[in-house]
């Protein structure tokens, strides 16, 4: 992948929802795998969410039941839907593409390096 784009970010109150898209740019995104992580204020970037590139998905614990993880091949986006959010929920979130594939990638689903591009990140802020 040449690009990723994050958007979406912004305010929300705690409770309340938002969605967050990646944009890729590059001719074989359906091969990818995808992930998204965040770095919270004064913290180290984590594992939120990740999907192959056939469809499996990952999350943390902290945000199982409440993110959803989704991609769309036909328009090279992937997708985090995140409900009842939380003020620890504030962080910096990025977009990355792996080019694992298969067992190897669900291995390194959930570490950072096993990533191969990243997006700029975009700032979600929860407000208690």
């Known amino acids: 992948q040449d690009q990723l784009v994050e958007s979406g970010g912004g305010l929300v109150q705690a409770g309340g929802s938002l969605g967050l898209s990646c944009a890729a740019s590059g001719r074989t995104f359906s091969s990818y795998a995808m992930g998204w992580f965040r770095r919270p204020p004064g913290k180290e970037r984590e594992f939120v969410a990740a999907i192959s590139s056939t469809d499996s998905t990952y999350y943390a614990d902290s945000v199982k039941g409440r993110f959803t993880i989704s991609r769309d091949n036909v328009k090279n986006t992937v997708y985090l839907q995140m409900h009842s959010l939380k003020p620890e929920d504030t962080a910096v979130y990025y977009c990355?593409?792996?080019?694992?594939?298969?067992?190897?990638?669900?291995?390194?689903?959930?570490?950072?390096?096993?990533?191969?591009?990243w997006g700029q990140g975009t700032q979600v802020t929860v407000s208690s």
């Open positions: 990355a593409a792996s080019r694992l594939s298969g067992r190897y990638y669900s291995y390194r689903a959930r570490d950072e390096y096993g990533y191969d591009y």
